[in-house]
Every structure is written in C-alpha cells, then in structure tokens.
C-alpha cells in the first residue's frame, strides 16, 4: 500500500487534488490507469468512463492529434 501511495495519494496531495483524484472512493473521479507487463498502457477510466480498453482508444477527445 506505501509504494502504490508513491503515485497515487502523494502526488495528488502535493499538488493540492487529493480531495478529487489519488484514490478511489465515493465522490472521487473515479481515474484509473492499468499498464500491461510491459508498462505499456492497457487500459484508461476517466471519471469513470471507459476511455481505452486493451490499449485500443474508445473515445477521442480534444487533445488527440
């Protein structure tokens, strides 16, 4: 629990979210972030919606090129 803490709840804390994002509870955002064995990105939840699953882009957004 110390280490996931390294890059969950301490960097949000530091950088004044952690009321919103850093962990999974009730009125959090509900972010996820699951990388493959190969910390490749496998898998993406943004306040609790599917963005990409098996690495294969779901929902495009403003940022994409």
Known sequence: ADVLALVTENPA??????GWKGSLAE????DL????EDLQVDSV???GR?????G?????GTFEA
């Open 13 to 18: 804390r530091r950088v004044g979210i952690w």
């Open 27 to 30: 009125g959090k955002d509900a």
């Open 33 to 36: 972030l699951l990388l493959n």
């Open 45 to 47: 939840m943004a306040k």
């Open 50 to 54: 599917l963005m990409i699953e098996g």
């Open 56 to 60: 294969r882009v779901l929902v495009r």
